[in-house]
Nanobody, 119 residues
Framework: QVQLVESGGGLAQPGGSLRLSCAAS????????MGWYRQAPGKQRELVAK???????DYAGSVKGRFAISRDNPKNTVYLQMNSLKPEDTAVYYC?????????????WGQGTQVTVSS
């Protein structure tokens, strides 16, 4: 079973920065990608950023130019550097890991960490 441990969430001012970390442990087969999702009250969970093992990245339009995802493949760890934070970035952020083999995907989630952006 894969487990994801997150850290780095908290309170930031508008325009401030936070850095989230997520370390994966357990038996991992066919690792394809890791990333971050977020969910605010009353809203659907949405993709923030993801990165494949080959280095390809994808970002939500609302965070492009402000957030950056990176990873340490040997440690199965992913980071999310969040700059120029806005109040609308306030949400619970979830680490995500995807394994894949032909015709099948499996997704794992962290426990979630609160990010609050407020003056």
């Amino acid at each position: 079973q894969v487990q994801l441990v997150e850290s780095g969430g908290g309170l930031a001012q508008p325009g401030g920065s936070l850095r989230l970390s997520c370390a994966a442990s357990g038996i991992i087969f066919n690792l394809r990608a890791m990333g971050w999702y977020r969910q605010a009250p009353g809203k659907q969970r949405e993709l923030v950023a993801k990165i494949t093992m080959s280095g390809t990245t994808d970002y939500a339009g609302s965070v492009k130019g402000r957030f950056a995802i990176s990873r340490d493949n040997p440690k199965n760890t992913v980071y999310l550097q969040m700059n120029s934070l806005k109040p609308e970035d306030t949400a619970v952020y979830y680490c995500n890991l995807v394994t894949v083999r032909p015709g099948f995907e499996n997704t794992y989630w962290g426990q979630g960490t609160q990010v609050t952006v407020s003056s």
